[in-house]
């Protein structure tokens, strides 16, 4: 296993370089690239959705959306209004590389976006030993999941900047406890920025979209 | 790359090896081993409590339950009965493997169970390519997740031989197609034996327990 263990950092310090590279790209052009992160079906093509709807007129906004097969999210978020939409298939690849991401972004003109979301594959555990080159991850869990998700998956939770906890509308039809929820989740992260809301019904959607309006005005 | 590939196939060969020893030694004591598999929070482990509710003074259950970080599934499945359950902790893999599952069998006296019930890493991607010496993969999504993953994640749908859809008790609040959701994994896999189903509310729980019977005397 020695052998696999040098070829595996290897590959990932390749990755590194070219997260390293993509940062510097997004930066220079003051672009906020988040990576959202989540099992599949906890929300993350629901909340960019939203977001296409209410900031659309406001920033430029440029999507790549991860998939293991089928475009079917990159089609959804161009229905939703997003017009720089680049698919990614992975053909079986369980996360987004940064190679992946910089062969998207050679298909986006740099000048013509004020952020970038990157939808990764969904998957609470690989993805968070990828830099994409991102700014910061954003991680979603739902309340029909566990609450002991962050307790479960600790990675993924130490790595991101802020986590959603998403279908709120949902509280109480089962035995999540937010609060519970919450404190795991800071357990393992003291310094997450936590959001409550339901991408479904829109409740609480402005505390994310002021939240990024200050990320997007902090790179400035 | 091609290095890396290499490694991976030499990997997979000897998990494939010590999954077939696996089968071999369940396979001797005629025991069912189920692998099941799904994203985070669809409901293995709720599954298993209501199974091990039900079916415990008829069967001898035997559990793995498998997780990154934590013994919560473990802790759980004790409290609901299960009288020999094994925790795996994967320590950061994203799956369980051949190794991790004939290491937990050493602790459990084949001669004392009729069915195995191994829960894998709550990961809708990885666990597709890893044998562990079970019978057949059990596939669980919920009413709350997207009715497209079928197409989205097919290698698990397509290597499964059955898929629970569960927490139908929440049908009807989300935009989940139950039809849909069928019509999807059946184009994946149309051999799939599929079942409806609450873990919260028990409802239809019994179709569960039923295959759950035909299979376990199948094997004798």
Known sequence: MAERVQVEEKVLSENDKLAAQIRKDLGARKILALNLVSSPGSGKTSLLEKTLSLLKDEFRIGLIAGDVQTENDAIRLERAGGKIVRPVVTGGACHLDARMVGDALQKIDLNSIDILFIENVGNLVCPSGFD???????VLISTTEGDDKPLKYPAMFRKSSALMINKIDLLGLSDFDIDK???????INGSLHIM?????????????????????????
Chains 1, 2 share one sequence.
């Open 132 to 138: 994409l080159g991102e700014d910061m991850k954003v």
């Open 181 to 187: 929820a919450e404190k795991n989740a800071r357990q």
């Open 196 to 220: 409550r809301l339901s991408c479904r019904t829109g409740e609480n959607i402005n505390l994310w979209c002021d939240w990024l309006r200050n990320q997007i005005f902090s790179k400035k």
